[in-house]
């Protein structure tokens, strides 16, 4: 390319337009994901991470109301059960006092009744799920069944105290075991818990014991003229009123509660239970009586039928509040849960409007300077961006504005400077292609000096292109005499090297092999006497392990015969366990039956009138024997029960350990004989070890004086060859200079 080329003001132009252009159009860097993705969709993620906090909030929220949604439904599972089991406990109170009275017919009515309602209670409970309902249910009609077949005597006394354990053992538990698993007895709101306490968990248990109080009082109107059976009676009669009446007062005090949180329950629950409140000095009267001297005292017959009917309709009544109550919840947290939905999503489309306006007032101007960016990267240099906002935005469209106008204003400044180029480039086109000659080592040519502003320059270079030539001459013949000199010196460098070089390599093969001889017998000599000193240790240790394996050889005979006989004993006391055990069942059999048999007695002997008294004495002396005797065995029971239990982890332990120590004894006794064996091996080694070890200690002192005499030969070679080799490199290095300095003078043409 001439240089009138490389000066074209077009050229000069562009060559001055690429760096503003990199500078301004950079290669686009590699971005991430977010890089990746439009303003729009980076709005709407960020929208989205914020929603993400509100969806859990509100899902926590919907699944909080559900939960006490359906905790009140089961609740309120619960509540349908109370009135069949009011209804059975009053069919159970009429069939036993239908059946003391001797009314059978009433009686059968009764016992259908029952059998009915414990059917439909079951199926209630199978329905709803209450598995720990159903089977006290379940155990409720075992336990019904047992007490119809339970004997009639004189003033049905049996069947009384029969029928008042019953309410204790099962009516109650199954009444408890309805609370607990429909969780009513854990209600959270402090309202409908004094209401719960109330009907259904104190109240049930005032109607049970005024139902067993009217019970003993028919008894005791069917035997007050048997003062033996009125006291056999009286002691049952007193308690039960006892406990009635506390429990009607802490029905009271769950009423009192109750009414004070909520005045709804004042015309129910309270009015309900405020009727009772005369019964409960009859009852006081009666507990506080002794029956002994006037059977008279007790509670009137048909005022305990009345306060048991009254408590009755007082659990219904109850039930009926409490379900209320729980339905009221129920549907306040139905609401509140539609009310937060509703509300949360009104927020949620109020927030999702404004964040699109949000997006349209930003991704609007963005869209707008991306589609002027695109038109000025094209060259359209008019263009300009609206601006309407004050924010960053508007910031940034006034700056590209700017920038517009500052590349139009440079773009006209590039055009004066080309015209100016081309006027220059008439001037100094003649005397540049001159200047190329000679810089490509034509020093014959000689610029022309011409009147204006350039002739002093070209006369002074034609000046110093001749002085040049001139040196360059001096320079040449000069280097052919040094590249003569240097290549003698280089063959004679040459030969001295090359036999320093054949000296070195075989003093430096002897040294290495005295080396490795050297090495080789030290580490042999090192092996030997460390072999000899592991033989002398390996025979002592095997010494040593044998004499440890023939005692713990002894130790595990006397182990194995010690574990056999212990095993032995385990078994037989496990075996006497067992039969203790049997005799423990019969003695809690036998006072199981002397109990039934000292109330028997007890009645018969109330039954003889004035001759039975004492005997009456001893059958309560036995059956209290009988109390203790159940108690004993029950505790002797749980606590053979515990020695089976260590007995047989004995016998399990003991019988492995046996089995541990047969294969212990067994390879202990092939490890003695290794032992042994090893012992022998040991022996012999050490003293082969020893003869090696004195025989490598000899020939390692011969080797390193050798080794001393061939080192110091080789130093003096390496010493000779070092002295070659430099000699030689500056020969090198000289004759390359000169020729590379011949190289550049060829290139110059000179003048003559």
Known sequence: ?????????????????????????????????????????????????????????????????????????????????????????????????????????????????VDQTLLALQNAMAAQGLSASQAATERLTREWKVLQQSRSDQGGLFRTITYQQFNLE????????????????????????????????????????????????QSLELVKNQPALVDVLAPLYRNEANRAGVALDDAFVAVRRAEALNASLVLTLGDATRNLENMRQI????????????????????????????????VKSGNQEVTRLLANRASLERRALIQELLAVGLI?????????????????????????????????????????????????????????AKLRVNQEKTETERQDAQRLQA???????????????????????????????VDSINLMTEELASVLGDVQRASTSVTGGSQAMLDSTEQIRAGTLITTEET?????????????????????????????RALSASQTGQQAVISTLQGMEAIRES???????????????????????????????????????????????????RFAVVAEEIRELADLSTVAAARMASLIAEVQSDVRGVAQNMQVNSEQVEQGYTVAGQAGEALREMADLAGVTAHFASNISDAARDQLRDVQGMSSAVTQIADVARASQRSAETGREVAEQLQELAQRLSGSLTRFRLPG
Not at 284 to 309: F, H, K
Not at 386 to 394: A, K, S
Request: aromatic fraction near 2%; avoid cysteine; charge should be neutral.
């Open 427 to 457: 001037n100094v086109a003649e005397f540049l292609d001159v200047t190329m000659k000679i810089a490509d080592g034509d020093l014959t040519q000689r610029g022309r000096v011409s009147e204006d502003v350039l002739g002093n320059v």
């Open 508 to 536: 430096g093969r002897v040294t290495q092999q005295a080396n490795d001889m050297t090495v080789a017998i030290r580490q042999m000599s090192a092996i030997a006497q460390a072999s000899a000193d592991s033989a002398q």
């Open 283 to 314: 009852i006081s009267t009666a507990a506080s009586v002794d029956l002994s001297n006037a059977v008279e005292g007790r509670a009137n017959l048909t005022a305990l039928d009345s306060a048991v009917a009254q408590v009755a309709k007082a």
């Open 1 to 113: 390319m001439s240089q009138n080329a490389r000066l074209d003001p077009s050229l000069i132009t562009k060559a001055r337009r690429m760096p503003a252009m990199m500078e301004t159009a950079p290669k686009a860097a590699s971005s991430t994901l977010l890089g990746r993705i439009g303003v729009g969709q980076k709005l709407a993620i960020t929208a989205g991470l914020f929603a993400l906090p509100i969806t859990v909030l509100l899902y926590l929220t919907v699944s909080g109301h559900q939960q006490d949604i359906r905790s009140i439904e089961r609740k309120l599972a619960g509540t349908s059960l109370i009135d069949p089991y009011v209804q059975v406990q009053n069919s159970m109170s009429e069939y036993v006092r239908a059946q003391t009275r001797g009314y059978g017919s009433t009686a059968k009515v009764a016992a259908e009744k």
């Open 563 to 613: 574990s056999q006989d212990v095993s032995v004993r385990v078994q037989s006391l496990s075996q006497r366990s067992k039969q203790i055990e049997e005799i423990v069942d019969s003695i809690g059999h036998i006072a199981s039956q002397v109990n039934l048999l000292s109330l028997h007695a007890s009645i018969e002997a109330a039954g003889a009138g004035e001759g039975g008294k």
């Open 170 to 217: 099962q009516m109650l538990p199954t009444l408890d075991a309805v609370l607990e698993e429909s969780t009513l007895a854990l209600d959270p709101s402090e309202v409908s818990n004094y209401a719960t306490q109330t009907a259904l968990i104190t109240l049930p248990r005032v109607l049970a014991r005024l139902s067993s109080l009217a019970a003993l009082a």
């Open 348 to 404: 949620t489309l109020l927030a999702g409007l404004l964040l699109l306006a949000v997006a349209r007032a930003i991704t609007g101007p963005l869209r707008r300077l991306a589609d002027s960016a695109r038109a000025l990267e094209g060259g359209d240099l008019g263009v300009s961006v609206p601006v309407n906002t004050r924010d960053e935005l508007g910031v940034v469209g006034q700056a590209f504005n700017a920038a517009t």
